[in-house]
C-alpha cells in the first residue's frame, strides 16, 4: 500500500494514521501552513513547524491542541519518521518529510523557489515519492524577479500619490500581503493595513520579519489628507464593496500570478495588475520536482492533467491526487 493516499477527509498517511492538511476533522493532523484551504478548524491534534505557530494560533484560535517541531527536526510516530522542511510560501510553511522501511515520500503542500525574506527560503529534500502542487502548471506561468515586481508597485504608488489620489493594491491578506509590504518602498507614504491584515502583519514582525509601520484603515476618513499619497493593502473580497468609500479618488490593482492572464485583470475591474505569486511558477515546479530525485510524482490542486503529461513524457511515474485545496482565502469581512 501507498505511503500517502487520498481519502474523503484529505491525504492519509496509511502507516503512521494520520492526515495531512486535511479538510475534514480528524483526530491527528499535520499541517503544512496556515492558509485557509490547508489548515482547518476542527481537528483534535494539529503538529505544525514551529516558524507558523503565532499564524495557526491566530487563525485557528490560541487553544489549538497543537505540536510544533523545529525545521529539521524528526519525530518517530507508528514507525513513520516525520520531519517539517522550509516550502518557501509564507511563514512557517512546510514540506513534510515521511519515511518508513526505508521509503520516502515528501508532500510539499504549497511552494515556491524564489527567497523573499519573509520565510525560510524552499529546501529541496530528496526522496522516492514527491507530492507537489500544480497550482501554475502551466508553461504560461513564469515569473518575472520579484524586485522588478516591487519597483512597478512602487512606481505605481508614486505617479498615484503625485496626483493626490490612494493607492489600493488587493493581495491575499496571509502572506501576500507581507510579501508586499517587507518589498516595496515605504518611504513613499503612509500606509494603511485592512482589518484582516494587521494581525498577520503583527504575527510577522513577532516573528523577525521585516514589516513597515501599518495603521489600521478603519481609522481614517474621506476627508483625511494622509489618504492623498496612502498605500491601503487590502483583501480582494472588499473590491468593490462600501468599505472603499472611505479612499475618495483612488487607483485600485490587484497582485497575483493570476495577472499574468490579460483576461483576469478585466474581470477583476482594476487600474493594474502585478504579477506576483507565492507559488512556483513551471521552470519553478520542474526545477523542484527535479530536485527531489523522485521517479515518482503525485500532483494535486492546479493544472494537473498537464502537469502529468508532461512528467510522464519525460519519463517519470506520475498521476494525480483529487484535494479541496486551492482557495488560499477565506471570505473576509470587508467592514473592517
Known amino acids: 500500500m501507498d505511503l500517502v493516499v487520498a481519502r474523503p477527509e484529505g491525504l492519509y498517511c496509511t502507516?503512521?494514521?494520520?492526515?495531512?492538511?486535511?479538510?475534514?476533522?480528524?483526530?491527528?493532523?499535520v499541517i503544512t501552513h496556515g492558509h485557509g484551504d490547508h489548515a482547518h478548524t476542527g481537528n483534535e491534534h494539529y503538529l505544525a513547524a514551529a516558524p507558523g505557530e503565532g499564524i495557526l494560533r491566530t487563525r485557528l484560535g490560541q487553544d489549538i491542541n497543537?505540536?510544533?517541531?523545529?525545521?529539521?527536526?524528526?519525530?518517530?510516530?507508528?514507525?513513520?519518521?516525520?520531519?517539517?522542511?522550509?516550502?518557501?510560501?509564507?511563514?512557517?510553511?512546510?514540506q513534510v518529510r515521511l519515511e518508513y522501511k526505508g521509503e520516502v515520500w515528501v508532500a510539499s503542500g504549497d511552494y515556491k523557489v524564489e527567497p523573499d525574506g519573509t520565510c525560510a527560503p524552499f529546501e529541496p529534500v530528496r526522496c522516492h515519492t514527491f507530492i507537489t502542487e500544480s497550482t501554475f502548471g502551466l508553461p504560461i506561468y513564469r515569473w518575472q524577479p520579484q524586485a522588478e515586481i516591487f519597483e512597478e508597485v512602487n512606481q505605481w504608488w508614486r505617479a498615484n500619490a503625485e496626483q493626490g489620489k490612494a493607492s489600493v493594491l488587493f493581495a491575499y491578506s496571509f502572506g501576500k500581503a507581507q510579501?508586499?509590504?517587507?518589498?516595496?518602498?515605504?518611504?513613499?507614504?503612509?500606509?494603511?493595513?485592512?482589518?484582516?491584515?494587521?494581525?498577520?502583519?503583527r504575527v510577522y514582525r513577532d516573528a523577525g520579519?521585516?514589516?513597515?509601520?501599518?495603521?489600521?484603515?478603519?481609522d481614517f476618513k474621506k476627508t483625511d489628507p494622509a489618504l492623498?499619497?496612502?498605500?491601503?493593502?487590502?483583501?480582494?473580497?472588499?473590491?468593490?464593496?462600501?468599505?472603499?468609500?472611505?479612499?475618495?479618488?483612488?487607483?485600485?490593482?490587484?497582485?497575483?500570478?493570476?495577472?499574468?492572464?490579460?483576461?483576469?485583470?478585466?474581470?477583476?475591474?482594476?487600474?493594474?495588475?502585478?504579477?506576483?505569486?507565492?507559488?512556483?511558477?513551471?521552470?519553478?515546479?520542474?526545477?523542484a520536482i527535479e530536485q527531489t530525485g523522485a521517479e515518482r510524482v503525485m500532483v494535486t490542486h492546479g493544472?494537473?492533467?498537464?502537469?502529468?503529461?508532461?512528467?510522464?513524457?519525460?519519463?517519470?511515474?506520475?498521476?494525480?491526487?483529487?484535494t479541496e485545496y486551492g482557495n488560499e482565502e477565506e471570505p473576509q469581512e470587508v467592514a473592517s
Open 179 to 201: 510579501r508586499l509590504l517587507h518589498g516595496i518602498d515605504a518611504s513613499i507614504g503612509p500606509i494603511l493595513a485592512h482589518g484582516s491584515v494587521e494581525p498577520l502583519n
Open 209 to 218: 520579519v521585516y514589516i513597515p509601520e501599518t495603521q489600521y484603515a478603519g
Open 303 to 322: 493544472s494537473v492533467e498537464v502537469l502529468v503529461r508532461y512528467l510522464r513524457d519525460i519519463g517519470l511515474d506520475a498521476q494525480g491526487f483529487t
Open 228 to 287: 492623498r499619497n496612502a498605500l491601503i493593502i487590502a483583501p480582494p473580497s472588499a473590491g468593490g464593496s462600501t468599505w472603499m468609500r472611505r479612499f475618495g479618488e483612488y487607483s485600485d490593482a490587484f497582485a497575483s500570478g493570476w495577472m499574468r492572464l490579460r483576461g483576469t485583470r478585466r474581470r477583476r475591474g482594476v487600474d493594474r495588475g502585478f504579477v506576483l505569486s507565492d507559488h512556483a511558477d513551471w521552470p519553478g515546479l520542474l526545477w
Open 15 to 29: 502507516a503512521g494514521d494520520f492526515y495531512i492538511d486535511p479538510w475534514k476533522p480528524v483526530e491527528r493532523s
Open 66 to 94: 497543537l505540536q510544533l517541531l523545529e525545521y529539521g527536526e524528526v519525530l518517530q510516530h507508528n514507525g513513520v519518521t516525520l520531519s517539517f522542511h522550509p516550502a518557501g510560501h509564507v511563514l512557517g510553511s512546510a
